[in-house]
């Protein structure tokens, strides 16, 4: 938000959801040899205590009830929720990167709005995990006739059956994952919004064992909507 303090550290994947996901897929979470712990960034105790602190209640009981069962029918404000929550953990892994990518005025957004900027969209999926967690941060690469060096961000992750994918372009355009028929049929778009409830998983549809990993290797971050 451009504070300069004081700064405070904010787990990107919270406690409460490493506690949800503990020893799922035989990983456990707990002790030092947990690699999320480390996974922390500064950020100003205004923030973190307000609409950090906020969006996680309202949507840890969102996921936690996911978790829980095989199948959700997810209001408009669960949707909300979702993509908002999904948006701040891939802005803060950027963050976490120290690329320094991301520009400002996105992560500033989320917190003077309360949803995804212009540009970004966000999509839910399932699978069968093999992990309890997994987390792949990369960059949508410029085309011809754009400028030199990335125009958004690309950012999978996984937190148990539950697979997130955020793509954010810094141009304000929407970018199409893929024409990948699997994708198409199992990933359902939280944002930009649709009108009315959702079922998740689309179409009862699975990515798999892997869905990070599949995802990273079906998706086009550089394609946009028309």
Not at 7 to 12: A, G, N, V
Not at 34 to 45: A, H, I, M
Not at 210 to 224: I, K, M, R, T, W
């Amino acid at each position: 938000c451009g504070s300069e303090g004081p700064l405070t550290d904010e787990d990107i994947f919270p406690v409460w959801l490493q506690k949800a996901v503990d020893d799922w897929a035989g990983q456990s979470l707990r002790g030092p040899g947990n690699p999320w712990r480390d996974y922390l960034v500064p950020v100003c105790s205004n923030c973190n205590n307000r609409w950090m602190s906020t969006l996680e209640k309202d949507t840890s009981k969102i996921i936690k009830g996911m978790l829980a069962s095989a199948s959700a029918e997810l209001a408009e404000s669960d949707q909300l929720y979702l993509a908002t929550w999904a948006t701040k953990v891939a802005f803060l892994l950027e963050y976490w990167s120290t690329s320094g990518q991301l520009p400002h005025e996105f992560l500033v957004g989320l917190a003077v709005w309360g949803r995804p900027p212009p540009g970004t969209g966000v999509w839910l999926g399932a699978q069968s995990p093999t992990a309890a967690m997994r987390a792949k941060i990369d960059w949508i690469p410029g085309t011809d006739g754009d400028e030199v060096g990335p125009v958004g961000l690309w950012v999978t992750f996984s937190v148990g059956t539950l697979v997130f994918l955020v793509l954010s372009r810094f141009d304000g355009r929407y970018a199409a994952p893929t024409s990948h028929p699997l994708v198409a049929q199992a990933m359902l778009p939280l944002w930009p919004p649709t009108e009315g409830a959702v079922a998740w998983p689309r179409g009862n549809r699975s990515l798999g064992k892997d869905g990070v990993g599949f995802l990273a290797e079906v998706v086009d971050p550089s394609a946009v909507m028309p």
